[in-house]
Antibody, heavy 129, light 110 residues
């Protein structure tokens, strides 16, 4: 079964750090761009960051640049989100999501363009004193 | 990186069709045919229902369709069913290799 399982959420004080993990199973993680998407309580979805198959490209929403770092270990079938200098507004459920490849007909390379077809169940991060 | 604009709520009766709009800018929706749509039930993870503008993943009903005109993308659900009641989100690829979601639309089936 194709599955993503997040872990690592919890309660942290403002200014603190957390590292989220996302374990992939049932598919080859190294073939996909991966993203983190969050949802504050009662609010909408917000894309947070993504990472290329080999980790060579990473992109972030402006609000987390310089504070969050996305990474992956394909050998361990795992995706990570290191979150530093946490703020109250970072409180949310954090989902990891697989991005369906959009294949370039010339190069055959599959890039992720936001077709998040597999999602984890999410892990809650609460930033509060 | 401003959120795409969606109506907060829409409603319809069983069997009817409804359309949810998603308005962006020339930096996202207007420049790329890379809008995706998600259905989210309360307390659950989102589910992909449309990608690359108008494609449906395997297993998604053909009652769901989508289109785009200029800076506005639209999701249409035909033959509305009670099970379609959920929150719906659009998402677009944007300049600087980022993504932006809409604020979400709550669909009520009357």
């Amino acid at each position: 079964e194709v599955q993503l399982v997040e872990s690592g959420g919890g309660l942290v004080q403002p200014g603190g750090s957390l590292r989220l993990s996302c374990a992939a199973s049932g598919f080859t993680l190294s073939s996909y761009w991966m993203s983190w998407v969050r949802q504050a309580p009662g609010k909408g979805l917000e894309w947070v960051a993504n990472i290329r198959q080999d980790g060579s490209e990473k992109y972030y929403v402006d609000s987390v640049k310089g504070r969050f770092t996305i990474s992956r270990d394909n050998a361990k079938n795992s995706l990570y989100l290191q979150m530093n200098s946490l703020r109250a507004e970072d409180t949310a459920v954090y989902y990891c999501a697989r991005d369906l490849p959009y294949y370039d007909i010339l190069t055959g390379y599959g890039r992720g363009y936001g077709a998040f077809d597999i999602w984890g169940h999410g892990t809650m991060v609460t930033v509060s004193s | 990186q401003s959120a795409l604009t969606q109506p907060a709520s829409v409603s319809g009766s069983p069997g009817q069709s409804i359309t949810i709009s998603c308005t962006g800018t020339s930096s996202d929706v207007g420049s790329y045919n890379l809008v995706s749509w998600y259905q989210q039930d309360p307390g659950k993870a989102p589910k992909l229902i449309i990608y690359e503008g108008s494609k449906r993943p395997s297993g998604v009903s053909n009652r769901f369709s989508a289109s785009k005109s200029g800076n506005t993308a639209s999701l249409t659900i035909s033959g509305l069913q009670a099970e379609d009641e959920a929150d719906y989100y659009c998402c677009s690829y944007a300049d600087s290799s980022t993504f932006v979601f809409g604020g979400g639309t709550k669909l009520t089936v009357l």
